[in-house]
């Protein structure tokens, strides 16, 4: 194996310590092992030098993706660079492509890191498009964000999507420790004691994120006073200070986004109200617009709960109000009883009857409104239009059995009674209706 070397973005002297601390080779690397575990096709690819497509490493802040690609520069022969789509452009770009196609002559590959490449336009991707195509740079691209979605088809369909996960607690503590020993990279130098549950807590507040928790547990390390003996202790407290707020992976615009007022939905729907509170809490903490929570609720209200229980709409429409006249943070009060009123009502789905006259209507085409139902205030008297019209009000009971649908959908049936809550109350009155109803 060839000797690794000092990767190009890693830097001496005042770096912060998760950046010191960046593996420098497999054997160091922490995590991810359902993609780099002894056997895995990635790690064997790696290990061979045998990477010939382009890659995409999609997953959270913190969990390795740059550092990997970093790793693999190490160990390859090929010429690496690294971009960060936040400061380069199509500039950039063509430089790099320059420099590459002098070194293909020579036998020598141009390995190139792309950092946040979700951040790159779709101009900026296409530029990219024809020497990935034509081997002159073998891409590594990283990103938070969802690749199907970020990238352009030509150049995803080009390259190996690999999913890298969080961190789980105890391959950070892995880390932290590894940190805390190390005299060259780390902070080994500093003689520091941390105690095991401020570790622990560091582990738990990072979120998954390596990078996180590294820079917390430098913060705590070098911002604590020496003892008498010249070592630092590091407890409890001092942990919880230097992580005060955890970091929950969310982007409004994401797939973080996308997925939590999903599982909100569905615990509401499902009457899990402790589920459903823990869900709000993460959006409003993690900064979710309240407006969009409302308008979920809004839809949920008629769609989920419906006739069982009408109340749940007005709920919704009062925290609305309420939204609008406090705001945030005394409104997550009327978000939070809102959530608790819909978790907790019967539910009904019976609203999904439109949904099935939708469908007979895309499906059965353009129908004629029966005579009897048609506007009698324009030409009634010489078109016969609205005759042989009876009128409710004019009926014992105010309802009078007559035809309303269209020709040859007599007895059609969309609505379906849901047996919950105030909706039970209707199914006597509409059961009467569909047995004195002529067409049923």
Do not use: C
């Not at 960046?22 to 922490?30: H, I, Q």
């Not at 498009?129 to 030509?154: D, K, R, S």
């Not at 560091?202 to 928790?213: K, V």
């Not at 900064?287 to 008629?302: H, N, Q, S, T, W």
């Amino acid at each position: 194996m060839p000797t690794p070397k000092l990767s190009p973005l890693i830097d001496s002297g005042t770096m912060p310590l998760a950046a010191r601390m960046r593996p420098r080779n497999l054997e160091e690397f922490v995590g991810q092992e359902h993609l780099i575990g002894p056997g895995r096709l990635l790690r064997r690819a790696i290990e061979a030098d045998r990477l010939f497509s382009s890659l995409i490493f999609w997953g959270p802040p913190g969990s390795g993706k740059t550092t990997l690609a970093q790793v693999i520069a190490s160990l390859s022969r090929s010429h690496f660079e690294s971009l960060s789509a936040v400061l380069s452009g199509v500039k950039d770009i063509r430089q790099l492509v320059s420099e590459a196609e002098a070194r293909r002559p020579h036998g020598q590959r141009t390995m190139v890191l792309i950092d946040e490449i979700h951040r790159f336009n779709k101009a900026q991707q296409d530029a990219l498009l024809p020497h990935v195509e034509a081997g002159t740079l073998m891409l590594i691209g990283a990103t938070t964000e969802n690749p199907y979605f970020e990238i352009i088809g030509p150049l995803l369909s080009r390259a190996r999507v690999f999913v890298f996960h969080p961190l789980s607690e105890a391959e950070i503590l892995v880390l932290l420790r590894r940190a805390l020993q190390d005299q060259e990279r780390g902070l080994g130098t500093y003689q520091a004691e941390v105690d095991d549950e401020a570790l622990s807590h560091l582990a738990q507040m990072a979120g998954g994120d390596a990078r996180n928790a590294l820079n917390a547990l430098e913060l705590a390390v070098l911002s604590t006073p020496p003892e008498p003996d010249g070592g630092i202790r590091v407890d409890l407290g001092v942990a919880a200070e230097s992580i005060q707020r955890r970091a929950v992976l969310y982007d409004r615009d994401g797939d973080a986004h996308y997925d939590t007022i999903s599982a909100f939905i569905k615990s509401v729907r499902g009457s899990d109200v402790d589920a459903a509170l823990y869900w709000l809490a993460r959006m409003v903490y993690a900064g979710e617009d309240p407006k969009f929570i409302v308008r979920r609720l809004f839809i949920l209200a008629a769609e989920d709960i419906g006739l069982a229980d009408s109340q749940a709409l007005v709920q919704v429409a009062a925290t609305a109000q309420a939204l609008s006249w406090v705001g945030l943070p005394e409104a997550q009060y009327h978000l939070a009883q809102a959530t608790i009123y819909l978790a907790l009502a019967p539910k009904s789905n019976s609203t999904q009857a439109y949904f099935r006259a939708l469908q007979k209507v895309q499906e059965g085409g353009v129908t004629q409104v029966p005579l009897h139902l048609q506007d009698s205030q324009r030409d009634g008297r010489a078109l016969g239009h609205g005759r042989d019209y009876k009128y409710p009000h004019d009926y014992p009971g105010h309802y009078v059995p007559q035809t309303y649908l269209p020709a040859g959908l007599e007895g059609e049936r969309f609505y379906e009674p849901g047996q919950e809550g105030a909706e039970q109350d209707l199914i006597s009155r509409w059961t009467r209706l569909y047995r004195s109803d002529p067409d049923s």
